[in-house]
């Protein structure tokens, strides 16, 4: 009886290679956890040489071991023979899981009453089961910063992976408090206000941002100093970017704002992430001075400004890296977060070239998000979030063949793939 | 004297059709570049020879006129200029919502060639655009074909004039919400678009009757018959039953590209496109048998309802159906990276380089009946073309020379900072736009929505 | 009487008011001493520049019976006549504003029906009204008119207000003494521009454009179809369309289309209207455009350049430490406004005639605009021409104006300089042979002050839109001379009522302007009102920007003054 089991069990798992590949008729294949051995890939570690005939062990969520010339009998086996293997790409901004269809409000999540709200969490709203998260990851994007909007501290984002029922599982130990820095440029054609209008405006929202920032300053230091304080939600988030418990991600994008931000960032002694940074190409100097990290993007993007190159928004990633700046790359998207490779593509055609690009895209934003133990690369002992391809991933012909999350083998379907499956040749046809 | 014209034209290369628009045609020699002629395969180290805006050869080793300019495109890709059959583009004006049929509105009354838009798509190799009426109105404007020969004050140059009338309907969402919803008249749902467009052309059917006993009766002695009065809608919507336009319908939802497909079938209407059809790939066999095809996004979905159930793989199941298919942009953003979206064929559908690079080139084309004139590189068709650096299809590719009818337009070793033609005397501080997509496909229709809600849709 | 006055004399009779003719009437009493000692004058001596072009010439001008009686060097003065000692004076040709809208009223627009539909709505609700003339809502208060004398302006082409794309036909009146008869012309032209109602058939240029040839081309059947009534028995009956019958006068190339555009698209398109149906056109308010000079002298339609110039913020701005980018799109920038300025120099050049018109412009800016461009390269030949001559000739009145010639109309402007220094100001004016005086040397119009409407207090307002009617409250201050304000509107979003703070607010003699932000959905529209105050009553429209404009009222309680 035993012997059968064991048997069983064998021809189970060796098979098992063979379920990974789209769904069987009525079953239903669901993300499985164990143990599995990338064999013969070519692996784009990202932080270091990229190993060829190489072997990756994934167990435990984690990676456990990579390079040549190791096996593990145990472990479900992928022969990755012509194939690339590189680390889950990060979407550092967007609006992925807080929206379902955007034209019916009662979908959208993202944005809240009041300019001040940064006890909103992004993570808690979430949905896990959005249509978009399985069209999203097969692309080998697995890892998103969920972003709220609207107002001036709209709330806390979040970093998520792109597996799980619940924000615990999906929690990828980032968060952020999102400002929205005062705009000092015309919006716009159908903005009509006057220069003074717009910089009486702009005072005004500054004068109170400095008011909040203030309060903060006090409940902090009453806080810390263990006072018993009313009930002040608001008051209690700030107090932690204050801290510097949390860093704050300002989002930012006209070049005049740019230098702004910047002078009020060191004013306050702040932790900081510039968000956006649309014009960062025009003071790359200056956000290179301050050290100041940049997420920015979509690349894939009309330039700000009617007399910019057309090329504007192409060029912007690059240009802020040769200045010194550390890049990140985001599609401040939703339904199409998928899109990030390409976005790193044209930021690659257009001067950053790839190795670079890639990076803006894995382990530079897990460094700005302080992840970088974990996500990022592929190296020992950081978790098994990587995707296996046939080529390089921002190619459009490029397929990507297998997803990991945290050590979870992600099943390669979702809506779009199901529908095409039953319409690529519909039955009945065009007769009945 | 005629002759003289003939000759002086060809060496001026001014085209001196009197009482046209003369329309910039130029010439050049493209030499060894890998040419992808789209519909005769790929040929490596090919020359073409481009005379007074019309390419007069393909081969290895040609020559030219001394006074032709001539570029050596060695290790660069050669293909036809893009066709972007759904574009808002060069319009001052993209909506006339005031009333659920406009047939009589036409786009080339409101043709804007002061949009820098234009320039920035000729920097990514589009050459031709369908420039649309909006989807406010189940039967909206007659649309323009437009050539992007983008530096002129004139709104004539940038006209395709000899491509064929074609108009845009629009089932689904906007319709309904714009006039139902926001004015409270008819159409309010599904069942209110199909009657409105019946009805339009029911009337027109009266309406040609009318006008046709009118001109037999006045051509009798004595006649005291009576002109009926003039309506252009009717017109219009008369010339479309007789298929002197092509319709270009947008539209989401498979039961309305079923519906409206029954409508033309009972109506005679053959020539019929669908655009954006997120769901089309439901109705493939329907479209592959009853229309000129469907015109779709590469892989946007999800941002209204009517788009929740597609999927990006629509191209390549149309495509497979045997359906002309074309992938269009919708957006001044995504025009400029057609050859990008033609690519994602790849990804979604795994269709080869030719299938993908016809989505943007012949089979647009096709859709708006120029396919005679442009959409692939052969003798005797109109020298829109563009080199790009690296095959189209890879997403490295950076297009280097666009030209329009052989004159250059775009060129990025040429290429200024500030393209604009025009500046306003009055604005020092340049406005900024960021990140949102204007879709223009609702421009101009915010009045008619519904308190507080603002689209950002297509 | 002249031939020219028995065929379009009209009397005008102001409601109520003792009227006056200029002729055929005995003169009576009259307690209030309003009435001139002598219809006859002599300018004596001064420096006439009695054509554009024509060399200066020092003369005497008799005036008599509302005509130029005489010019000559030595001419006999009549006994009856008063003296005007002219001898630092320059005399011209009174000047003629093409575009005029002084005195002229809306027309009320009837109330909605119940089934209204915005898609087919009655010509009447959408401004498609060609057959309403101007002089039926004429009624020119004293004080507008004479804001506009003072600048030398004696004849007036009176175009109708309105909403829409068709307000009705112009008339020519002389800018002359209240209570006479001052029309000249009562068939005007047909009067269309690009504009709409918000929310209704005709929406946008696209709509008017098919409009207007769908309106034509009926009128051209229906034309033919009256011919046709009128000659034969056993035809349908030809159904008499007010709109349509407005443009059988066009039709027969009688009178002229004017036509208002604002950019030099427009331009381009009602110059293809034109080659379809080849009527007769004049094109109003050019303001750009010098790449149009060929298509403009192909088609042979008539130019009123308009005077509304940008303001010079743009260029005079000087950006410290700029980039070199900034500094060329800068350049770019002032480039466009001295192109817009030089505009009317380049038609001269090309050859256009143009006569100018004031839409948009205030009665103070109208010469010192023209300044501007004579400043900018236009001679002073074209520019006096484009004042006289060429309006003269527009509005087939050469016969009677544009110059200064014997027996023509006393249409007179007399100025202490050369009309184009900057330093000459206007101290006489003649209409119609009526002589109006005014103050110079420098003296600003303190007593307009006094005359100004108070604009503060709370103001309780009203506006119509298709969703029906909305009011709010608008309070305004003044303090140290400086107006602020604020508004409440209804919450686009719903949620009760919001209040924005009034910006840009102008205030010039009657004419109140403001705006205020209003934001929906993150985004921010800046809604214009601007309108006339009378006391404690408001009357203007509210403008969204690409969408229209809708009537704006309000009233002030006596009480509430702050």
């Known amino acids: 009886m035993n012997t059968i089991k064991i048997y069983l069990i064998l021809f189970l798992l060796c098979t098992g290679s063979f379920f990974s590949y789209g769904q069987i008729e009525g079953e239903v294949i669901k993300p499985r956890g164990g143990k599995f051995l990338l064999k013969n890939a070519t692996v784009v570690t990202v932080t270091k040489d990229t190993i060829q005939n190489g072997s990756i062990l994934i167990n435990n969520g984690k990676i456990e071991a990579v390079g040549t010339d190791f096996d593990a009998s145990d472990a479900v086996t992928i022969d990755c023979s012509g194939l690339f293997v590189f680390p889950g790409m990060i979407d550092a901004g967007n609006q992925l899981g807080l929206v379902e269809v955007n034209s019916v409000a009662e979908t959208q999540d993202f944005a809240e009453i009041g300019d ?271 995707f296996i391809a046939d080529g390089d991933p921002f190619e459009t012909s490029t397929q990507i063949k297998h997803v990991f999350i945290d050590g979870y083998q992600i ?19 065009l007769e009945r | 004297m005629k002759r003289i014209i003939y000759i002086l034209s060809a060496f001026l290369s001014i085209n001196l059709a009197v009482g046209q628009t003369p329309v910039k045609k130029g010439n050049v020699l493209i030499q060894n570049a890998t040419v992808l002629t789209i519909t005769d395969g790929v040929q490596e180290e090919t020359d073409v020879l481009v005379e007074n805006g019309i390419i007069k050869k393909i081969g290895k080793g040609l020559s030219a006129p001394s006074n032709t300019p001539s570029i050596n495109a060695k290790g660069k890709y050669l293909m036809p200029g893009i066709i972007d059959a759904h574009s808002h583009l060069a319009l001052s004006v993209v909506n006339e919502a005031t009333s659920p049929i406009t047939a009589e509105v036409w786009m080339g009354d409101v043709v804007d060639p002061f949009d820098v838009g234009i320039y920035r798509a000729l920097a990514g190799g589009v050459t031709v655009s369908n420039a649309m009426h909006g989807s406010a109105n189940a039967i909206g404007g007659r649309n323009i074909t437009l050539k992007h020969r983008y530096g002129t004050h004139n709104p004539e140059e940038l006209i395709m004039t000899e491509a064929p009338r074609t108009i845009k309907f629009a089932l689904g969402e906007n319709p309904t919400r714009v006039h139902g919803r926001g004015k409270g008249i008819q159409p309010r749902s599904r069942m209110g678009v199909e009657a409105i467009i019946r009805n339009g052309f029911n009337e ?9 006993n009118y001109k037999k009766a006045s051509g009798l002695k004595n006649s005291t018959a009576v002109p009926p009065k003039y309506n252009l809608r009717l017109e219009t919507l008369a010339d479309i039953l007789e298929g002197k336009l092509i319709i270009h319908c947008h539209s989401y939802r498979a039961d309305e590209i079923n519906m409206l497909i029954n409508v033309c079938k009972d109506f005679g209407i053959k020539n019929i496109v669908f655009t954006h059809v997120n769901e089309g790939f439901k109705v493939a066999p329907e479209l592959a048998a009853y229309t000129l095809g469907a015109s779709v996004f590469a892989d946007w979905w999800a941002y209204k309802f009517e788009v929740y159930y597609s999927t990006s793989y629509n191209a390549a199941i149309l495509a497979k159906n045997g359906v002309i298919t074309s992938i269009n942009s919708d957006d001044a953003e995504l025009i400029r990276h057609l050859y990008h979206e033609a690519g994602k064929t790849q990804r979604y559908g795994e269709l080869s380089d030719d299938e993908a690079l016809a989505m943007i080139t012949i089979n647009p084309a096709k859709q708006l009946g120029i396919a005679d004139k442009v959409g692939s590189i052969e003798e005797g068709k109109q020298a829109d073309l563009v080199i790009f650096d690296k095959h189209p299809l890879s997403i490295y590719a950076i297009p280097q020379m666009t030209f329009v009818d052989g004159v250059k337009y775009f060129d990025i070793n040429e290429d200024k900072n500030d393209q604009r033609i025009k500046v306003s005397p009055t604005e020092v501080v340049e406005p900024i736009f960021l990140g949102d997509h204007d879709h223009k496909c609702m421009h101009g229709v915010e009045m008619f929505e519904e308190t507080g809600e603002f689209f950002g849709t297509h | 009487m002249t031939k020219f006055y028995k065929q379009t004399f009209l009397s005008f009779t102001v409601a109520g008011v003792f009227s006056f003719f200029s002729y055929g009437t005995f003169a009576q009493s009259d307690p209030t001493g309003e009435r001139r000692v002598t219809g006859t004058y002599a300018i004596t001596n001064a420096t006439v520049l009695a054509a554009p072009g024509a060399a200066a010439r020092t003369a005497t001008i008799i005036v008599k019976n509302g005509l130029i009686d005489q010019i000559g060097n030595n001419p006999t003065i009549p006994l009856d006549a008063q003296t005007i000692k002219g001898d630092s004076l320059f005399v011209y040709a009174g000047f003629i504003d093409l575009t005029s809208t002084v005195g002229v009223a809306a027309p009320s627009i009837p109330e909605r029906p119940a089934n209204f539909d915005p898609s087919r709505p009655a010509p009447v609700y959408v401004g498609i009204t060609p057959q309403y003339e101007v002089l039926n809502y004429f009624d020119a208060l004293e004080e507008d008119a004479d804001k506009w004398r003072k600048t030398g302006v004696t004849t007036l082409h009176l175009l109708p207000k309105g909403e829409g794309m068709l307000p009705g036909t112009t008339a020519v009146v002389l800018n002359g003494q209240k209570g006479a008869s001052n029309v000249l012309s009562s068939s005007g032209s047909l009067y269309v521009r690009f504009q709409t109602v918000r929310g209704l058939s005709p929406g946008t240029t696209l709509g008017i454009m098919a409009k207007w040839r769908e309106i034509y081309q009926n009128a051209e059947l229906s034309a033919k179809h009256q011919t ?99 500094n060329d799109n800068l350049e770019r920038v002032k480039e466009a406004y001295l192109a817009r300025l030089a505009l009317a120099t380049n038609f001269e050049k090309e050859g256009i005639p143009f006569a100018f018109g004031s839409t948009n412009v205030k009665s103070e800016d109208f010469l010192k605009n023209i300044r501007l461009m004579v400043e900018n390269g236009l001679s002073e030949e074209a520019a006096l021409a484009a004042l006289t001559t060429n309006p003269a000739g527009m509005l087939g009145l050469e016969r009677v104006l544009g ?8 249409n007179l402007v007399i100025t202490t300089d050369s009309l184009f220094k900057k330093t000459a100001e206007v101290k006489h004016v003649f209409v119609d042979g009526y002589l109006f005086q005014y103050e110079t040397n420098g003296e600003s119009n303190e007593s307009d002050k006094s005359k100004k409407n108070d604009l503060t207090g709370a103001w309780d307002y009203e506006t119509v839109t298709p969703q029906g009617s909305s009011s709010g409250l608008m309070t305004i201050k003044n303090e140290d001379g400086k107006y602020s304000g604020t508004i409440t509107f209804d919450d686009p979003e719903g949620s009760g009522s919001k209040s924005a703070d009034l910006s840009n607010i102008k205030v010039s003699g009657k004419t109140l302007e403001f705006q205020f932000n209003v934001d929906v959905q993150g985004m921010s529209i800046s809604v214009s009102v601007s309108g006339e105050v009378s006391g404690n009553e408001y009357e203007g429209k509210l403008t969204i920007p690409d969408f229209g404009s809708v009537p704006f009222t309000a009233s002030k309680s006596p009480d509430s003054n702050i």
Do not use: C
């Open chain 1, 411 to 429: 099943p390669m379907t979702n809506r779009h793939i199901r529908l095409y499956q039953e319409f690529l040749e519909r039955s009945p046809g």
């Open chain 1, 116 to 386: 001040l709200s940064p006890n909103m969490q992004a993570l808690t709203a979430i949905n896990p089961n959005s249509v978009a998260i399985p069209v999203t990851r097969v692309s080998g994007v697995t890892t998103s910063l969920a972003l709220p909007s609207g107002g001036i501290f709209p709330g806390t984002a979040a970093l998520i992976n792109l597996n799980g029922y619940t924000s615990e599982h999906m929690y990828a130990e980032f968060k952020g408090v999102v400002m929205n820095f005062p705009s000092s440029v015309r919006r716009g054609a159908y903005d009509r206000r006057t220069e003074e209008e717009i910089k009486k405006e702009t005072e005004k929202s500054l004068k109170q941002i400095n008011e909040i920032w203030e309060k903060a300053v006090v409940y902090q230091k009453l806080d810390s100093a263990n006072a018993e304080l009313d009930y002040y939600p608001e008051m209690e988030q700030m107090a932690k970017v204050v801290a510097g418990e949390l860093p704050l991600l300002v989002e930012v994008n006209a070049a005049a704002d740019i230098e702004a931000a910047i002078k009020w960032v060191e004013s306050k002694k702040a932790k900081a992430i510039l968000t956006g940074v649309a014009e960062g190409w025009r003071v790359a100097d200056k956000i290179a001075q301050a050290k100041l990290p940049v997420i920015t993007g979509p690349v894939l993007s009309l330039p700000a400004r009617q007399s910019d190159r057309y090329d504007a928004a192409y060029t912007n990633p690059a240009k802020m890296l040769k200045a010194g700046v550390k890049v990140a790359i985001r599609t401040n998207d939703a339904e199409n977060v998928r899109n990030l490779p390409f976005n790193a593509g044209f930021a690659a055609a257009y001067g950053m070239g790839k190795e670079e690009a890639l990076k803006a895209v894995t382990i530079v934003p897990a460094e700005i998000l302080g992840v970088a133990d974990r996500l990022g690369s592929i190296e020992e002992g950081k978790n098994a979030t990587l």
């Open chain 3, 403 to 410: 110059t200064v010639e014997k027996g023509k109309l006393a």
């Open chain 2, 204 to 212: 027109a059917i009266q309406y040609r009757k009318a006008w046709e």
């Open chain 3, 228 to 326: 046709l009534f009128a000659g034969n028995n056993g035809v349908v009956r030809a159904e008499k369309d007010p709109v349509l019958e407005a443009f059988f006068p066009v039709i027969n190339r009688q009178v002229p289309v004017l036509f208002e555009v604002s950019n030099e698209l427009d331009i381009r398109r009602v110059l293809g209207l034109q080659k379809e149906k080849g009527f007769n056109l004049i094109v109003s308010g050019v303001n750009e455009g010098s790449s149009l000079v060929p298509v403009l002298k192909a088609s042979k339609a008539q130019v009123v350049i308009s005077l509304d110039v940008p303001d010079d913020n743009a260029f005079k701005k000087e950006i410290k430490e700029a980039s070199e980018e900034v």
